[in-house]
């Protein structure tokens, strides 16, 4: 579990959490395992977690194109914890992976008791979509100040390719 913690804070939306915070939320959240070829989250599942790797990799997939390969510390499916709304994506292990799994109802007990290191994750988190929603608004800016045939198609383009770096 130390080293899970430590490998969270190793992610830049969650560097802010203390050694103990950061074992606190692994403590609360659910231990999985996965094999390879496993699927952790499922495009078009409703969302009402977020996915802590701890050990291995897994592949952020839209069908059969691969958007991402994460390592461990990453976080998968943050939205699930703000927004229920399906998932926009697919993702599978690629090797064995131990994650951890926070649910929203786990976040928002710990939110009403208090907790200092749910606070700094979803700081971190809102931090996290808030500059996603900002780099999609200046796609669509671009687009509309300088639109060039297919509009939708090129944002959608640019949005992917900045999934895979």
């Not at 659910?30 to 969302?47: H, M």
């Not at 809102?126 to 929603?133: F, K, Q």
């Amino acid at each position: 579990m130390k080293r899970a913690a430590q490998r969270l804070k190793r992610n830049p939306d969650l560097a802010m959490l203390s050694d103990l915070e950061a074992t606190a939320l692994l403590t609360r959240a659910s231990e999985l395992r996965f094999d390879k070829g496993d699927v952790l989250l499922r495009s078009g599942d409703i969302g009402e977690s977020m996915i802590v790797i701890g050990t291995g990799t897994v592949e952020v997939k839209q069908g059969d194109r691969t958007l991402a390969t994460l390592d461990p510390g990453a976080t998968i499916g943050e939205m699930g914890l703000l927004d229920p709304a399906p998932r926009s994506a697919t993702v599978v292990a690629t090797a064995t992976v131990i994650a951890y799994e926070i649910t929203r109802e786990q976040l928002w007990a710990m939110l009403a008791e208090g907790d200092s290191g749910a606070v700094k994750m979803l700081q971190g988190l809102t931090a996290t979509v808030c500059a996603r929603l900002e780099g999609v608004n200046k796609l669509v800016q671009e687009e509309v100040v300088r639109p060039k045939g297919n509009v939708f198609s090129r944002i959608w383009k640019k949005v992917s390719a900045k999934g895979r770096k």
